[in-house]
């Protein structure tokens, strides 16, 4: 288990190991307990588009060798992602489309 | 929805809106990226024990009146709760143990 006080700011990396960015901070669904999106922001490194990017938690693994976060996301898959608005972390449409998007079970069934 | 930068440091309610303590920080299991555990501070207040208590994420509802999550764990349970480890949120029969006397089903299953 990890504790809520260390995923903040958590480093994630490609498959490959090359840094990606970082967990700014987690989305709990309250009811269930479930972590639904992991906000994460980028440095632009690599392509990765700046700033945050809501990425649905099972796009992301624990790797301890590396103390941080792996993920296969792409840039294209990025760039390409569903456009939320400011209430997406209550918009049920739009995680819809990012979980199906992302090619992940949703995090609400 | 809430975010991990919001619950750390989130205040804790009786049933009867009596604050008990707060939210120190939540044990998530990596795989599943379920929250299993709150770890609770309390002050004394009430009886309650002081210092850190890991408690079933499960205990704990969000109140949006209130700003807070609200819980209907006694102070009778907290003192008869068993005894952890260091640790605990690696113990599976710890954890069997807690889910059990809290009542609540396991997060693992």
Redesign the interface.
Known sequence: ?????D??GTEVYSRTGDHLGEI???????LS?????AVMTFGGFLGLGEGSHPVP??KL??DTSLGGFVTDITQEQLTGAPTWGDNW??DRDYQRRSYDYYGVSP?WL
């Not at 288990?1 to 006080?5: D, G």
């Not at 700014?24 to 309250?30: R, T, W």
């Not at 307990?33 to 999106?37: R, T």
């Open positions: 288990m990890v504790s809520s006080a995923v903040n700014d901070h987690l989305m709990i669904d309250k307990g479930q972590i639904a999106y938690w099972k693994s624990y972390y209550e995090y």
